[in-house]
């Protein structure tokens, strides 16, 4: 598999400010990363894929906005949430794909919350 | 798009086993994984399956019917540490290969 790490692991903030999350391959050299978000008692629902070096693939409904995702190296993506409010309130969990099968490891998560 | 369907909720006692199924919809199948999860903490990986069969990991099976969109996860011997929510995810090569992952089933192991 792949040890993969997330910080921070929570953060509270205030409502229209900028909150930025590390996610870094530990041991992996990662071309792309997964960027999920899961609200309580939810699932997991992709919100965008992180590529080495190029832009990020959003899903349908994610606004590329206000979710910037950067890429810059092998190692290390980040997302920052932008005039967070507090319907972002949730748990962030990036992910790096290895193996034959496809399978995704993932970060910790980082547990948002904005008041 | 995928439609993945599985329980919302199990309980089991400590020793027992339990079959967690999940049925799924896909136009370009390409795989299907079971992660674990603890409960605010994020998921692990479990298994994985892309042919049929059954997939043994100690406690852990699982098992695949392609033709019939359809999956199970067996866990034997519970205990109380597998008190968890259990995700069935599927590849679609159709969706570019990302995973979609169900809702999840919620174990309560009781002793």
């Known amino acids: 598999g792949a040890v993969v790490s997330q910080h921070p692991s929570w953060v509270i903030c205030k409502s229209g400010t900028s909150v930025k999350i590390e996610c870094r391959s530990l041991?992996?050299?990662?071309?792309?990363m997964f960027w999920y978000r899961q609200f309580p008692k939810q699932s997991l629902m992709l919100m965008a894929t992180?590529?080495?070096?190029?832009?990020?693939?959003?899903e349908q409904g994610v606004e590329k906005d206000k979710f910037l995702i950067n890429h810059a190296s092998l190692t290390l993506s980040t997302l920052t949430v932008t005039s967070a409010h507090p319907e972002d309130s949730s748990f962030y969990i990036c992910?790096?794909?290895?193996?034959?099968?496809?399978?995704?490891?993932f970060g910790p998560g980082t547990r948002l919350t904005v008041t | 798009g995928q439609n993945i369907d599985q329980p919302t909720e199990m309980t089991a006692t400590e020793g027992a086993i339990v079959q967690i199924n999940c049925t799924y919809q896909?136009?370009?199948?390409?795989?299907l994984f079971w992660y674990q999860q603890h409960a605010g903490e994020a998921p692990t990986f479990l298994s994985y399956?892309?042919?049929?069969g059954l997939e043994e990991k100690g406690r852990f099976s699982s098992f695949l019917s392609r033709s019939k969109g359809y999956s199970y996860l067996l866990l034997k011997e519970l205990q109380m540490k597998d008190s968890a929510s259990y995700l069935c995810?599927?590849?679609?090569?159709?969706?570019?290969?990302?995973?979609?992952f169900g809702g999840g089933t919620r174990v309560l192991v009781k002793p």
């Open positions: 992910s790096v794909e290895t193996g034959t099968g496809g399978e995704q490891y």
């Open positions: 995810a599927v590849r679609d090569k159709a969706a570019g290969n990302k995973l979609t």
């Open positions: 992180s590529n080495e070096g190029s832009k990020a693939t959003y």
């Open positions: 896909t136009s370009g199948f390409n795989g």
């Open positions: 399956n892309v042919l049929d």
């Open positions: 041991d992996f050299q990662a071309t792309t």
